[in-house]
C-alpha cells in the first residue's frame, strides 16, 4: 500500500516540477509579440524613438515597456476592442501583458531561442515592397526650433509615359522625427491640358492671407486655359508608424493620365526646440494592370465637409461640452474606411448608425482621444449602412484645465474658425469624421479587408 502511493507522489512532484520549469518566460516567448505589435516602428527609419528588435534592445528598455504596455499607452491603438475590431489591429492582450511582465520579473532570461524565426524583414524604403514609380519631394522644408507645430501645402509633381491604373501610394517622409501627418489629393491633368505641371510654388507654408483661389495661383495648379483639373479628394494619408490601406483586387484605386501632381492639403510637423528641416521625403506608389473596377469615394462630416456640427463648435472654458454630426444615408453603402478627427480638446468619440428599422451599426468609439495616433481605421469586413439610415457621431470636448493637452492655461473659449487653413492649426479645433466607402453589393460583407497584401 505504502509502495503504491510512494509511485503515486513521485509523478505528481514531477509534474508540478515541470509546471514551474515551463513557466518561467523567456524572451523566446515574448519576441513573437513584439515582433508583431512593436517593430513595426521599433526599428531603424521607423518612428518609434529605438528599436526593439534584439535581446539586447528589450533587456535595456525592459522597464519601461512593461510600464507601457500596462498603461496602454503602447501598441498606440485608441479604438475601443470592445466596440469594434479592425484589420491590422495592433492591440495586447491581458494575457500577452502579462507573459511581458513576467519575463522582466523573472529578470529577462533568454531561453531557447533556437525555435525562434529571425526577425521579419522589410523592404528598405517602403512598409508595402517594390514601388513601380517613386516621386521625390524636390523642396527642402525649413522646421524653425520653435517649439510650435508647423503646417504647410507642398505640390508634388510627376508625369508619366501613358495612362496608368494605381493600386495603392505610400508617403515616406524625409524627417521622420517630427513629421506627424499628412493628407494628399491627387490633381490628375487630361492630357494636353497641362504643358510644364513643373511650374509654380512647391511649398506654401499656411497662413490666414490664404485663399484657394491664391494658393491654386501661386502653385500654378490650373489647366492652361484657367479651367481647374480633376482633384481626386484623400488619396494618400500617413501616420507614424502606419501603412496604408491596400483593399483587395478590384477595390478602389486611381486612374491618372501622363501629367499629374499630388497636392498635400495638411503637411505637419510636429514641435522642436531646435531648427531642423524636411527633405527626402517621398510617395511610392503601385501600380495595377486593370482600371479601378469599384472605385471607392470619400465622405466628409463636420468642420468644412458635407454635414454640420450641431451646436455650432463653440467650446467654453473650463467646460465638458459634446456635439454631433449626422448624414442620412441615400444608397446602401459598403463603409471600408474610417477616420475621426480632432485636436488637442478631444475627449471621447463615437460614430455609428441607425437603420429605419432603429438598429445600431456600430463603427468606432475611441473612449481617451488622443492627438497623436489619428489613424485611418480599416474594417475588417466591409459594413453594410442600408439606404435610410442615419451616421451619428458623438464627439466630447474637455476645454478644463484637466485636460493635460488644453494649449491655453488657463483655458479660453474656442470657436471653430470657417478659413479651412486657420482651422486646422492645433490650437483650434475641428470635428470630423471621413469616410471611405463603394456602392454596396450584396455579398461585400463576406469581404476580407484584413491581410491584404500586394499580391492579391
Ligand atoms: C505606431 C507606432 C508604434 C508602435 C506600434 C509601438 N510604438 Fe512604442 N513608441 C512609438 C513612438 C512614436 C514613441 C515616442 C512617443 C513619444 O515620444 O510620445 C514610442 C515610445 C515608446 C516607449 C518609450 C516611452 C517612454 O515613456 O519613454 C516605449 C518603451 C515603447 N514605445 C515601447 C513599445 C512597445 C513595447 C510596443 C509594442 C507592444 C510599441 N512601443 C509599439 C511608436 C510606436
Known sequence: MKRYLVIAVIPVILLIACGKEKKEVTFADVAPVIRENCMPCHRPGSAGPFSLISYDDMVRKAKTIVRVTQSGFMPPWPADPEYTHFAGERRLTEDQKELIRKWVEAGTPLGDTTLLSPPPHYPDGSMLGEPDLVVPFTDTIILPGDNDDHFFLVKVPFTTDQQRFIRTIEYIPGNKKLAHHMNANLIRYADGAKTNVFDGEKVIATDLTLTAESVNDRMKNKNDDGSYPVLVPLVCNYLPGVSPAIYPTGIGGYQINTTSAFFINDLHFGPSPVDTFEAGGY?????????????????????????????????????????????????????????????????????????????????????????????????????????????IVEAGFDN???????????????????????????????????????PYRPGDEAIDLDHTSLNR
Open 400 to 438: 478644463t484645465s484637466d485636460n493635460p493637452n488644453n494649449p491655453y492655461d488657463p483655458p479660453r473659449v474656442i470657436v471653430e474658425r470657417a478659413h479651412p487653413w486657420e482651422s486646422m492649426r492645433t490650437t483650434n479645433e475641428m470635428l470630423q469624421f471621413i469616410i471611405t466607402y463603394m
Open 283 to 391: 510617395f511610392n506608389i503601385f501600380f495595377m494592370d486593370t482600371p479601378p473596377e469599384r472605385p471607392t469615394y470619400e465622405l466628409l462630416m463636420g468642420s468644412l465637409g458635407e454635414t454640420p456640427v450641431e451646436p455650432r463648435l463653440v467650446i467654453p472654458a473650463n467646460e465638458i461640452a459634446t456635439f454631433t454630426t449626422r448624414y442620412k444615408v441615400q444608397d446602401d453603402m459598403s463603409l471600408l474606411t474610417v477616420n475621426p478627427h480632432m485636436h488637442l480638446l478631444g475627449k471621447t468619440f463615437l460614430a455609428y448608425a441607425l437603420t429605419p428599422q432603429q438598429d445600431t451599426i456600430r463603427l468606432i468609439r475611441i473612449p481617451e482621444w488622443d492627438f497623436r495616433w489619428q489613424y485611418f481605421y480599416t474594417f475588417q469586413n466591409p459594413v453594410h449602412i442600408p439606404a435610410g439610415s442615419e451616421i
